[in-house]
């Protein structure tokens, strides 16, 4: 009966120990595993504080190339504003020149009807005062000097006879009629003629 209670007594002391044994892996296993948690966690914060860093770098670099991107466009416009304004400045030279053009050409107008207004004048005077023929004043043919006029007229004679005999200028020669031949008379009328007093 001893035998039996010893037994007995030794397999609660297995048992006993085997469950400490077990609290005691339990407890290992608990510390292990809450220290690997615990490392894993301060990993894991590295690593997103890494890619947190990573992050804002990227955000800081797109910021950053927006910003050239708008100072690209902003110096294009600047670049195509003085375009404009030179553009614009040529075209007001342009404009200028044709409005200095037009005043020109009306003045040259102005004036070349003024010179024609007065030449009409003058040839109208002229033919007034030198007996021209308004057909040629209305021609525009200068009017003849008066020298030629006295030049193109013959000189006077001194002899009576060609004073007599010469036409005056311009004027036809009055020449006589050929005069009829006689006819003759009838010997009657011949008879009865007297005769012719001494």
Same mark, same amino acid.
């Given at each position: 009966? =001893?035998?039996?209670?010893?037994? =007995?007594?030794?397999? +609660?002391? #297995? +048992? ?8 005691? +892996? ?11 948690? @615990?490392?894993?966690?301060? +990993?894991?914060?590295? /690593?997103?504080?890494? %890619?947190?860093?990573?992050?804002? !770098? ?5 910021? %950053?190339?927006?910003? =050239? #991107? /708008?100072?690209?466009? /902003? ?16 075209? %007001? ?35 007034? %005062? ?26 006077? !004679? ?7 005999? @010469? ?29 012719? !007093? !001494?």
């Amino acid at each position: 009966g =001893k035998g039996k209670d010893g037994a =007995k007594e030794g397999e +609660k002391e #297995k +048992k006993t120990e085997t469950a400490q044994d077990r609290l005691v +892996k339990d407890g290992q296993l608990q510390s292990a595993a809450s220290s690997a948690l @615990a490392s894993a966690a301060v +990993k894991a914060k590295h /690593l997103a504080a890494v %890619e947190e860093r990573k992050i804002k !770098s990227l955000v800081a670099l797109l910021v %950053e190339t927006q910003m =050239k #991107k /708008l100072e690209i466009k /902003l110096r294009h416009f600047e670049e195509l504003e003085t375009i404009m304004d030179r553009e614009r400045e040529a075209l %007001e030279y342009q404009r200028q020149q044709l409005i200095q053009e037009r005043q020109q050409f009306h003045l040259e107008q102005l004036r070349a009807a003024e010179h024609r207004a007065k030449a009409d004048a003058q040839r109208q005077l002229t033919a007034k %005062e030198g007996g021209v023929p308004p057909t040629t004043a209305a021609a525009g043919l200068p009017p003849p000097a008066p020298g030629a006029a006295a030049a193109a007229a013959p000189p006077p !004679s001194s002899s009576p006879a060609a004073a007599v005999a @010469a036409p005056p200028p311009g004027a036809a020669a009055a020449v006589p009629p050929p005069m009829a031949a006689a006819a003759p008379m009838p010997p009657s009328a011949a008879a009865a003629a007297p005769p012719p !007093s !001494s």
